[in-house]
């Protein structure tokens, strides 16, 4: 769940998503956080794409 909501937000404009308010630094934090998990989670994917295809190798 978490990762499809990250992936939403993620693909969304910046200035659409949804924020409480908070100062712009923390803004700023949380963008980046969330950018990183995406970041993160698309190396994940990538890596067990990786993994089964040297599965089907063997």
Known sequence: MARHV??????MPVHRRP????S????TQLMRH??????????VAQCAD???DLRHEA
Do not use: P, T
Request: proline share 0%; no cysteine.
């Open 6 to 11: 990250n992936g939403l937000l993620a693909s």
């Open 19 to 22: 924020m409480l308010s908070a």
């Open 24 to 27: 712009s630094q923390a803004q």
């Open 34 to 43: 969330l950018e990183r998990v995406a970041s993160l989670e698309r190396i």
């Open 50 to 52: 990786e993994l089964g």
